[in-house]
């Protein structure tokens, strides 16, 4: 008989990059950019926050899913995490979220996993009505 295998230990990350804090859950970030307030952003004086939402595979590569936010800022969140690699322990693939924050001269990024939506009751969709005869009038 043989013992059931222990769950896996969480991955609790530590960054090599500058300006981006992991919370408890997300793998190790091995190298990438750090958030750079864009040069077009910074002349016009804009601030903000981007939220990018992207996984991981086993090998550490990111893909992006969707990112909201001002499109100035947008575009430069979006090819920070695509730089990033990281470090994995497990095989399967991680789902992240990374909150940009961009001030006057300087940007800041926390990384933690996606939140699991709660599942919802899905309704079959309703069926098609019924073909029904006309009406007679009545006496007919």
Request: charged fraction near 15%; proline fraction near 14%; glycine fraction near 8%.
């Amino acid at each position: 008989m043989t013992a059931p295998t222990p769950p896996p230990t969480p991955e609790n990350g530590i960054s090599a990059v500058r300006e981006v804090t992991l919370e408890p859950g997300v793998p190790d970030l091995a190298r990438g950019r750090r958030p750079v307030v864009p040069p077009l952003a910074r002349l016009n004086g804009v601030t903000g926050t981007v939220e990018v939402l992207f996984s991981v595979s086993a090998g550490g590569v990111t893909a992006l899913q969707t990112a909201t936010g001002p499109d100035v800022l947008r575009f430069s969140a979006e090819q920070t995490v695509a730089s990033w690699v990281f470090t994995r322990q497990r095989a399967e693939r991680a789902y992240l979220n990374a909150t940009f924050t961009y001030g006057a001269d300087k940007g800041t990024a926390v990384v933690k996993p996606q939140a699991v939506a709660a599942p919802t009751a899905t309704k079959p969709p309703d069926a098609p009505a019924a073909a029904t005869p006309p009406a007679t009038p009545p006496g007919r």
